[in-house]
């Protein structure tokens, strides 16, 4: 790329974008690319590539080439090679086979309709707080359809590098999580724990939709004996609504927008409005400033925010 970088310090940072291919790049998901490659870059870090396709009956075909292809068309371009989450099954049935082999997971017979009827409070994320039903083993006649992490009391603390200190108590809050679902699938607080660690990553900066899922990645992260990241959750953006944009509420694709004014209204979205002697500038014009513009304590600390219209 034509834009310059800081050097790199003797303790280098590693960020990385981890989306989903659920469908193409909107708004949304073009903010926290730009922040987490704008918060490596800066530091003279680097930023990897990640497709969590994981969850593949949720998968929509070619949205992964789709996807890196936006980005390097908004000059967002990663070091290494991309990593597929559908590739590395195997290093997250090793992860399970140690949980396994300590004590720390059982296998849970429980559907979803028998949590929703014996389950009487939610997490923050809105699910069903899991009772414990098969904790101590199933009961007679009844097959394991998931396997789930055994949680401990105590507070999972952590300082967000936007949010602030974050605390949870996920055996009350939340109960023990799944770690392969019933289907098979494996689930996405043990996969992105497992893949963060082996790629080196040290700084996690996403949006504030997943901070409530971190206490758990935490949580597993220590059970693993995995180094933690600094985290920083960046506003999620909105529509009209107040809905998150995505797949689900009709999210406008980036890929049919102006792409220096897409940047630039992200660039504005994170408190980095460009100066006006870059309108009509280049996207690598763009970055250039904004690499030696980036400064935390610059981004809006709010959770949600009503992205621009038009977007």
């Known amino acids: 790329m034509s ?6 310090p003797a303790i280098t940072t590693v960020g990385r974008f981890a989306p989903s291919p659920t469908g193409p790049l909107h708004f949304g998901s073009l903010v926290a690319a730009v922040g987490s490659w704008l918060d490596a870059r800066s530091a003279g870090g680097r930023w990897l590539l990640r497709i969590e396709d994981v969850d593949t009956p ?44 300590a004590g720390l997971v059982y296998g849970c017979a429980c559907s979803r309709k028998e949590i929703a009827d014996s389950s009487l409070t939610r997490a923050r994320d809105g699910g069903l707080r899991y009772p414990g039903t098969c904790r101590d ?42 770690l392969l679902r019933a289907d098979g699938v494996w689930a996405y607080q043990l996969a992105v724990v497992v893949d963060d660690a082996e790629q080196g990553i040290s700084d996690i900066v996403r949006g504030a939709d997943l901070l409530d899922s971190t206490p758990r990645q935490i949580y597993l992260q220590r059970l693993l004996g995995y180094p933690q990241p600094r985290y920083l959750h960046l506003p999620v953006a909105t529509n009209l609504a107040g809905e998150k944009l995505s797949k689900q509420t009709l999210a406008r694709a980036v890929a049919g927008q102006p792409t220096a004014a897409a940047l630039g209204a992200a660039l504005a979205f994170l408190g980095h409005a460009p100066p006006r002697d870059l309108d009509g500038a ?20 709010a959770r949600v925010i009503q992205a621009p219209i038009g977007v």
């Open 58 to 101: 949720r998968i929509v075909p070619g949205a992964d080439r789709a996807i890196m292809d936006d980005l390097v068309r908004f000059g967002l371009e990663w070091d290494g090679e991309v990593v597929w989450q559908s590739q590395r099954f195997d290093r997250y049935a090793d992860a399970l086979e140690r949980l396994r082999a």
């Open 3 to 8: 834009a310059s970088y800081p050097p790199a």
């Open 282 to 301: 280049p996207v690598a014009a763009l970055l250039d400033w904004a690499c030696g513009a980036w400064r935390r304590d610059r981004l809006p600390g």
């Open 137 to 178: 083993g199933l009961a007679a006649g009844r097959v394991a359809r998931a396997w789930r992490v055994r949680t401990m009391p105590g507070q999972v603390r952590f300082d967000d590098g936007l949010q602030g200190e974050q605390s949870e108590d996920i055996e009350a809050e939340v109960g023990d999580f799944v």
